[in-house]
């Protein structure tokens, strides 16, 4: 069975990457092609939407392929588990959302509306939760990082999906309408 769970980590990062990539490629090298037939890649598409969630999409079709109904309850069950205080929750779900979208404003990137009222940055808070750790989380958190940390320690283990990470996010650097391609 840890054989078993070893072999599904190079399949996830492949899946996961052909996802967005491919995605990020098409829009990238045929972007006429792609805007006839997906429309523009902004973050409000579906394109958009099934590029950020690969990992959670991967981490669901393997996870659906080895362990059935069960494996995905199991996998989807994570997402429950509190912990944690709630003070810790409120902070992660409202502060890192909050933190990026500072960040964004900082670097003038963000084509996200000004929040002018609570309601409104509360609703930007969700839609910056919803389209970013929560798209993809579930399948770098928990999916590929209890099966690295099978055989690495949590140092090494952190660190390699990092590099992964990192490098899984380049396309959005280069595709116009993006946040990251306003950044410097």
Same mark, same amino acid.
């Given at each position: 069975?840890?054989? %078993? ?14 996802? +967005?990539? /491919?995605?990020? =490629?098409?829009?990238? !090298? ?8 997906? /429309? ?10 099934? =590029?950020?969630?690969?990992? +959670? ?8 392929? %080895? ?5 995905? $309850? ?9 912990r944690f205080g709630l003070k810790w929750y409120a902070l992660v779900l409202l502060g890192i ?10 670097? /003038? ?22 389209? $970013? ?7 770098? %958190?928990?999916? =590929? ?5 099978? %055989?690495?320690?949590?140092?090494? =283990?952190?660190?390699?999906? $990092?590099?992964?990470? $990192? ?6 650097? !280069?595709?116009? /309408? ?7």
């Amino acid at each position: 069975s840890n054989n %078993r769970q070893k072999d599904m980590l190079t399949p996830f990062f492949v899946l996961t990457f052909l996802i +967005t990539w /491919g995605l990020g =490629a098409l829009a990238i !090298f045929l972007p006429l092609q792609f805007q006839r037939l997906f /429309g523009e890649l902004t973050d409000t598409s579906p394109m958009y939407f099934l =590029a950020v969630g690969a990992p +959670t999409i991967s981490a669901t079709i393997l996870t659906f392929v %080895r362990g059935g109904w069960t494996g995905l $309850g199991s996998l989807y069950g994570r997402l429950v588990r509190w912990r944690f205080g709630l003070k810790w929750y409120a902070l992660v779900l409202l502060g890192i959302p909050a933190v990026g979208w500072i960040a964004a404003r900082v670097t /003038g990137a963000s084509p996200l509306k000004e929040a002018n009222t609570i309601t409104e940055f509360l609703l930007l808070m969700f839609y910056i939760l919803a389209t $970013g750790p929560l798209c993809e989380e579930l399948g770098w %958190r928990g999916f =590929a990082l209890p099966r690295l940390l099978k %055989r690495f320690t949590p140092f090494t =283990a952190s660190l390699i999906l $990092g590099v992964i990470w $990192g490098v899984w996010h380049l396309p959005s650097f !280069f595709v116009g /309408g993006m946040e990251q391609n306003a950044m410097s």
